[in-house]
């Protein structure tokens, strides 16, 4: 009795089990906090990006892009290293010896010691190679030209300091709109008193109204003074003119329409090379009539030469200078010819002379000419004369013999 009811009693027990969940785990919904202020600074950081590529300008943009990829674009063929040097290209390009010419030594780091091109880094003049030029010349003439050698995106003014500051060209240079958190905005001087001001701008004024006829006479003195004098230079320089040279009497002597023509031509080249990186080659430039045209002539300067030495690949200042001339001889109408020449100074590497490199750097101003935008059916010859017609025959060696010359044939002669 006692038995059954035992076992009646435990099967009737009722077992409750409690499971607690609330201590077990930590409250989520935080970690999307995290990931939002990523994507929020990660869209910030985009959008200053975005707005610095607005505000710069294009040789600021050139700088940033040779500073993060300082590789020459037209440069095909692979770094080898070995036996041979680095610097030397694997086409086969022969190292030439240092040039001793007179205003064809430049600085040229380590590697015009040795007399070898050699690749350069970030910051110094890079050397090209002719085979890289003429295998495609308009890519290595946009890479010279991006080859600013002066400051972009700093203060015109100076550096440093609220006195030396000033607007920085990358924010205000050509269309781009002004920065609102322009550091240079807050290095502005205390100004100073109007009253102050006003007093000296009147007796600016004054001293200027004063002064205005006396120098309106003497400019209109020395203008005609200087136009008489360069009529009398343009007309020894045509005569002296290769064009002109076998000539005699009246028939080498230019008519005065053509003098006129040549100077208008002059004056306005120089305007146009004036203000940029090219100003120097207006002292080589001449401009004198011709027969069945206009003769512009460039010449090599004591200090800066318009080609590399030896080499038909131009410097950055006659690029310029011929992109400018190429504007204006394409708003004229005629054809052109350009002729190469060298000075009376052997040079010869193996497989070029003096006759080989005049014709290549015809050949070579006529790829400037045609960036400046002269059309190529324009251009009716190239030619090369080495040192057969020097301009200074009683100095062979003189750099006014390496000149690049362009015939506008304005007469249909």
Same mark, same amino acid.
């Given at each position: ?239 002296? /003119?290769?064009?002109?040279?076998? %000539?005699?009497? *009246? &028939?080498?002597? @230019?008519?005065? $329409?053509?003098? #006129? ?121 190239? /030619?090369?004369?080495?040192?057969? %017609?020097?301009? *200074? &025959?009683?100095? @062979?060696?003189? $750099?006014?013999? #390496? ?11």
């Amino acid at each position: 009795m006692s038995e059954d009811s035992s076992v009646h009693q435990t099967k009737n027990e009722i077992i409750i089990v409690r499971r607690r969940h609330d201590g077990d785990h930590e409250a989520h919904g935080g970690a999307w906090k995290i990931a939002y202020a990523d994507f929020m600074t990660a869209m910030m950081a985009f959008f200053l990006v975005m707005w610095l590529i607005n505000a710069a300008n294009e040789e600021t943009k050139a700088a940033v892009a040779s500073y993060f990829n300082p590789i020459k674009l037209t440069d095909n063929n692979p770094s080898e290293k070995g036996l041979q040097e680095q610097g030397n290209s694997s086409s086969g390009e022969m190292s030439s010896p240092r040039s001793t010419v007179p205003g064809e030594e430049g600085s040229m780091g380590e590697a015009s010691d040795k007399g070898e091109q050699e690749t350069t880094t970030v910051g110094e003049k890079t050397e090209y190679s002719e085979a890289d030029y003429f295998k495609d010349p308009y890519a290595v003439l946009a890479e010279i030209v991006q080859e600013t050698g002066t400051k972009t995106n700093v203060s015109d003014a100076g550096e440093g300091g609220a006195a030396n500051s000033g607007p920085a060209s990358g924010a205000t240079g050509g269309e781009a709109y002004r920065d609102p958190f322009d550091p240079d905005f807050w290095s502005k001087q205390v100004e100073a008193d109007k009253q102050a001001i006003a007093e000296s701008e009147i007796a600016l004024r004054e001293q200027i109204e004063a002064d205005a006829k006396a120098e309106e006479e003497r400019l209109a003195a020395e203008q005609a003074e200087r136009e008489q004098r360069e009529r009398q230079q343009m007309e020894q320089q045509a005569q002296a /003119s290769p064009d002109n040279q076998g %000539k005699e009497g *009246d &028939a080498a002597k @230019p008519s005065p $329409e053509a003098l #006129r023509e040549a100077g208008a031509l002059k004056r306005e080249i120089e305007n146009a090379l004036d203000g940029i990186s090219a100003a120097q080659l207006a002292d080589g430039l001449t401009v004198v009539p011709a027969d069945g045209g206009v003769l512009v002539s460039l010449t090599d300067q004591l200090d800066s030469g318009m080609f590399q030495v030896g080499s038909a690949v131009p410097e950055r200042s006659l690029v310029l200078a011929l992109e400018k001339i190429g504007e204006i001889l394409a708003r004229r109408k005629g054809d052109i010819d350009i002729r190469g020449y060298t000075d009376a100074r052997p040079f010869t590497n193996g497989t070029d002379d003096n006759w080989r490199l005049s014709m290549e750097r015809a050949h070579s101003a006529y790829f400037m000419l045609v960036r400046g935008g002269v059309p190529e059916d324009r251009i009716v010859e190239l /030619s090369g004369f080495a040192d057969r %017609k020097l301009k *200074d &025959a009683d100095n @062979p060696f003189s $750099e006014v013999n #390496r000149r690049i010359e362009i015939l506008l044939k304005t007469s249909g002669g």
